[in-house]
Nanobody
Framework: QVHLVESGGGSVQAGESLRLTCVVS????????LGWFRQAPGKEREGVAA??????TYRDIVKDRFIISQDIDNNELYLQMNNLKPDDTATYYC???????????????????WGQGTQVTVSS
């Protein structure tokens, strides 16, 4: 059974940075499509960054500010978030889907595995 555990959230001022970490246990991350979603209060969950066939990919709302990376040897996925804005305030989730089938990577139902989430709060 694969488990995803996020950490690294916190409260920061606008313009500051945070780095989220997701530890993948139970299997190698290389066997999965991995990504990060977020959910703000009263809003739908939305994808922000993911690894897919073509490699790292980003939603326009975070492009040039967020960087997704992974350390396969240590079974970790990261999300470096720079120049944070108050609109980035949300609970951030690490997500995974076993490789083998294609799909819509920004569709939350594409991912069968979710972490418990880590809260990011950005104040102006």
């Amino acid at each position: 059974q694969v488990h995803l555990v996020e950490s690294g959230g916190g409260s920061v001022q606008a313009g500051e940075s945070l780095r989220l970490t997701c530890v993948v246990s139970g299997d190698s991350p290389s066997n999965y499509y991995l990504g990060w979603f977020r959910q703000a209060p009263g809003k739908e969950r939305e994808g922000v960054a993911a690894y897919y066939f073509q490699g790292p990919t980003y939603r326009d709302i975070v492009k040039d500010r967020f960087i997704i990376s992974q350390d396969i040897d240590n079974n970790e996925l990261y999300l470096q978030m720079n120049n944070l804005k108050p609109d980035d305030t949300a609970t951030y989730y690490c997500v995974a889907r076993r490789r083998g089938t294609s799909g819509r990577i920004w569709d939350k139902d594409f991912y069968s595995l979710w972490g418990q989430g880590t809260q990011v709060t950005v104040s102006s």
